[in-house]
């Protein structure tokens, strides 16, 4: 076969196991109210948990920072591609995560693939929840330190892990809000465990930032735990609703990060117009106990309508509420079903999620209405009779 033709049987087998991704083009902002095909549709599949993604306020703020500093950065942060709203902005999410430094990346697929390498490699190892995001994999592979996975939220697997190993210098990662789960990392014991067994204990909190704890600071503020064995990172492009990412920790670690992270160190610096924007976000992330709040009412009515006699609902609290189907061909014909009927689900399939455990990964945001939620559950509960 030649080199395409392999590559055409290889997508054909996707097909074949309704395991082929496409993509829908937007019309209109990012927004629970789309328009795709000049058809309004209510979606409920972005990461914009607070509503903020295509707020005017924040679209100002961009425009704002592009007319102040211009679209692009020029070059890597450490040459000379690094602006003082930057630094602003660092600051200021290092004060709202109560850490003593943080370092702004480009994306945290970025952050992840350049933080893990730094911390550790050949000769240490790594402890890592198994439902962790692609990026922490990818991070961990990367590092080339012995990988140990343990059963999802499996305290006791962790501890005989770690109490197994001998490797110098030891990481434990997890996800804080599990991405394609919605449930919460047990933040206290993982602290315990590194404490006990002298590891550094590194949280993703890709979507407990700005949903989460008082004023949205985060699932490990929530969880009251802090130290200088722990770093957090967070992105800046799901509730923060603009791009990038942060890792915020004890100040020699933030410095060591900014010295080794190569995702850091050799890619063009994000642009400052991001950081002004940023800025703009995290004063309405702090004022948005309103929005949280509603986004709770939100969570919580949605859970109490939907019947769930076939397809169940895991144990959520957080914005993402996923509806087990099963097969991917089901989970397939149901997003279609409810496409139909104006409702935008995405299908989540293995590899991102193990095979057999196809699901729609419902998540809500403060932009969607009381009617939004109970159109959905409707639409759920007829097609399951
Ligand atoms: C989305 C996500 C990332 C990647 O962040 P981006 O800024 O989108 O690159 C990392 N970790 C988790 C848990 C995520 O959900």
């Not at 903020?52 to 100002?60: E, K, N, Q, W």
């Not at 704890?213 to 969880?223: D, I, N, S, V, W």
């Not at 100040?251 to 890619?267: D, G, P």
Request: aromatic share 4%; proline share 4%; net charge neutral.
């Amino acid at each position: 076969m030649s080199r395409l033709d392999s590559l055409h049987a290889a997508l054909d087998e996707l097909d074949a196991s309704h395991l082929r991704r496409v993509r829908r083009d937007l019309e209109s902002p990012c927004s629970p109210h789309a328009i795709i095909n000049g058809r309004t549709i209510t979606a409920f599949c972005s990461n914009d948990y607070l509503g903020l993604a295509a707020d005017s306020r924040l679209a100002d703020a961009l425009a704002e920072g592009a007319r102040r500093w211009g679209a692009g950065a020029g070059a890597s942060h450490l040459v000379c591609g690094h602006y003082a709203v930057q630094r602003e902005l660092e600051e200021r999410l290092a004060a709202f995560v109560t850490c003593e430094r943080a370092l702004v990346f480009s994306s945290g697929f970025m952050a992840n693939m350049g933080i893990i390498p730094a911390l550790v490699g050949r000769g240490d190892a790594i402890f890592a929840d198994r439902l962790n995001h692609a990026s922490l994999i990818d991070g961990m592979l990367l590092s080339r330190a012995a990988m140990h996975r343990y059963p999802h939220l499996d305290m006791a697997a962790l501890e005989r892990q770690l109490a197994g190993s001998r490797a110098k210098t030891k990481l434990i990662i997890s996800d804080a809000v599990f991405s394609m789960d919605g449930d919460i990392a047990p933040l206290r014991e993982l602290m315990t465990l590194a404490e006990r067994f002298d590891a550094w204990l590194l949280i993703d909190d890709a979507h407990g930032f700005g949903v989460l704890g008082p004023q949205g600071r985060g699932a490990l503020a929530e969880a009251d735990i802090s130290g200088e064995r722990l770093i957090q990172m967070a992105t800046l492009s799901k509730a923060a609703g603009v791009s990038g990412a942060f890792v915020a920790g004890e100040a020699t670690v933030i410095e060591w990060l900014m010295q080794k992270a190569r995702t850091y160190l050799f890619t063009t610096g994000s642009p400052p117009a991001l950081a002004h924007a940023l800025l703009a976000s995290a004063a309405l992330i702090e004022a948005s106990d309103e929005r949280r709040a509603h986004l709770a009412a939100l969570i919580k009515r949605l859970r109490s309508s939907l019947a769930q006699k076939r397809w169940k609902l895991l144990p959520s609290r957080t914005p993402i509420q996923p509806l087990i189907i099963g097969s991917n061909a089901d989970a397939l014909a149901l997003g279609d079903a409810l496409m139909k009927q104006g409702l935008w689900i995405s299908a989540i399939r293995p590899p991102t999620v193990p095979a057999g455990s196809a699901r729609l990964r419902i998540t809500l945001s403060a932009a969607h209405t009381a009617d939004d939620v109970d159109r959905l559950t409707e639409a759920i509960n007829r097609l399951e009779d």
